[in-house]
């Protein structure tokens, strides 16, 4: 694997973990959209996920 160029490093940051590899959030890991979230951040709402209780709630 390549290693990262200074100018990448800096840009990916947030998502680089102790291994300085890119890693997302665990809901975003299996998700196929292009919102990916930093395992860094915390998600508080994410436009294509929902909960089963939302649908069971809401009757969808």
């Known amino acids: 694997m390549p290693r990262m ?4 490093k800096q840009e990916w940051a947030l998502f680089l973990n102790d ?15 292009d919102c990916k ?12 996920y929902q909960r089963k209780e939302q649908k069971l709630k809401y009757g969808d």
């Open 37 to 48: 979230q930093s395992f860094r951040a915390t998600v508080i709402e994410c436009p294509n």
């Open 19 to 33: 291994r300085n590899r890119i890693t997302y959030n665990l809901l975003c890991r299996k998700c196929r959209h």
């Open 5 to 8: 160029s200074k100018k990448r």
